[in-house]
């Protein structure tokens, strides 16, 4: 059994930043599943772990974490000396932690409502809002564009290379580039060019692995 526990399921954005991370670290982690259907999540002892009631849960060893964000700064610093470093330091860190930011405030709320609606309400057999649809679609474009001018100047979001601030979005990007929002990434050559590049690293092919098992 792995020190390191990740409860959760693949199909969740949260949980596969987590597990992303893991892989770039050459990290072996148990994943635990929780069942959501049943409503798994929001009873205990589950949200002893996670008290929100959400996934992903993490442990390793006795320190116990939720929030993915938060979980994946804590394996990328405390497993500083394996596999991908995915952090900088001083000034580039600074870099690095805005785009960070970026991410979980002006992407991912935009993000995670069109892989919803377009991804998973469709999985799950459940209607489509055209209107939520078109209204984020309009957000994403914009959010888009000021990734296109810093695509342009930079190779990856934080700086010259790959780390935390392009990772998390690749949970998000892989529900969206499989639905009618990769309509907004194709026009946009330095953005297209950036995505092709995370999705071919062996960590987020790992994963997708994973996720077509479960
Ligand atoms: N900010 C949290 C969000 C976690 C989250 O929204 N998890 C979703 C699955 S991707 C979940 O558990 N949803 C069930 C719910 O909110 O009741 C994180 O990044 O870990």
Avoid at 110 to 120: C, F, G, N, P
Avoid at 149 to 178: C, E, I, Q, W
């Amino acid at each position: 059994m792995a020190v390191i526990k990740v409860h959760g399921i693949p199909l969740s954005t949260a949980a596969a930043r987590v597990i992303a991370c893991l892989n770039e670290k050459g990290l072996e982690f148990d994943l635990i599943p929780v069942d959501m259907g049943s409503g798994e999540h929001k009873k205990e002892p589950f949200l002893s772990l996670s008290p929100f009631g959400q996934v992903p849960a993490f442990e390793d060893g006795d320190l116990k974490l939720f929030e993915s964000r938060a979980i994946t700064k804590y394996i990328a610093q405390e497993y500083g000396d394996k596999g991908t470093p995915l952090l900088a330091s001083g000034k580039e860190m600074a870099i690095v932690s805005v785009w960070m930011e970026v991410e979980a405030h002006q992407y991912d709320p935009v993000a995670m409502k069109l892989a919803w609606e377009l991804a998973l309400k469709p999985h799950f057999g459940m209607q489509v809002d055209d209107a939520v649809v078109a209204e984020n679609e309009e957000k994403l474009g914009k959010v888009l564009d000021i990734y296109e001018a810093r695509l342009s100047v930079s190779k990856y979001l934080g700086g010259d290379v790959f780390t935390l601030a392009d990772l998390h979005h690749l949970p998000t990007l892989s529900y969206l580039m499989n639905t009618q929002a990769k309509k907004l990434f194709e026009p946009r050559p330095k953005v297209s060019a950036w995505v092709a590049d995370i999705f071919s690293r062996p960590a987020w092919r790992k994963f997708l692995e994973l996720r077509e098992q479960k």
